[in-house]
């Protein structure tokens, strides 16, 4: 079903629920794993991933359809993740270092994410990244987005995103070696 037949499920009164709950199929793997990408923590993927169709469910009559509809809903759990992570250092009065540190021994104490060590040492290295740069790689690396989409999703232009995947790569690069 594409997104327009999706939307007129959802936005006529009697089909309501049930065109969200084939929004929520469709597209809430996505959303936990780039949720999960960015928390790291299955709860708080989960948690996330909750927000993101409370808030869809919430602002759904005013989407534009200016984008796809999992533009939208990726640029929804983007700011939701950026503001988890944001609320989780202020709650714990932690500097961005210890909720990398705290992050990175989930990653060695979660069996969902008991990858090979190289996967493993990859996710340490983006926990090393500011937030921002982490999920632009993120996007990039693993969902494979192209920028001008990633553009719309985080609001930022395709040149800067490029400069932040080539610095985000670097980082990793010098991380990886020195590891």
């Known amino acids: 079903m594409d997104d327009k037949e999706l939307l007129a499920k959802i936005r006529n009164p009697e089909t309501r629920s049930y065109g969200f709950n084939l929004l929520v199929r469709a ?86 994410l008991d990858g090979d060590e190289i996967q493993k040492k990859l996710q340490k290295a983006l926990l090393t990244l500011p937030d921002k740069q982490r999920l632009v790689f993120n996007l990039k690396y693993y969902d494979e987005m192209p920028y001008e989409e990633m553009a719309k999703v985080t609001s930022t232009s395709e040149g800067a995103l490029k400069a932040s995947y080539h610095h985000a790569v670097k980082k990793i690069e010098e991380y990886l070696k020195n590891d």
Not at 94 to 110: C, F, G, M, N, Q
């Open 27 to 112: 597209y809430q793997q996505k959303v936990y794993w780039l949720a999960r990408k960015m928390v790291i923590d299955h709860d708080d993927a989960d948690d996330v991933t909750q927000e993101v169709f409370i808030k869809a469910h919430k602002y759904i009559d005013n989407f534009r359809e200016d984008s796809q509809l999992y533009t939208w809903l990726y640029r929804i759990a983007t700011n939701e993740c950026l503001t988890h992570l944001n609320k989780k250092r202020r709650r714990f009065f932690l500097p961005i270092e210890d909720i990398s540190v705290e992050l990175s021994a989930k990653i060695d104490s979660t069996p969902a």
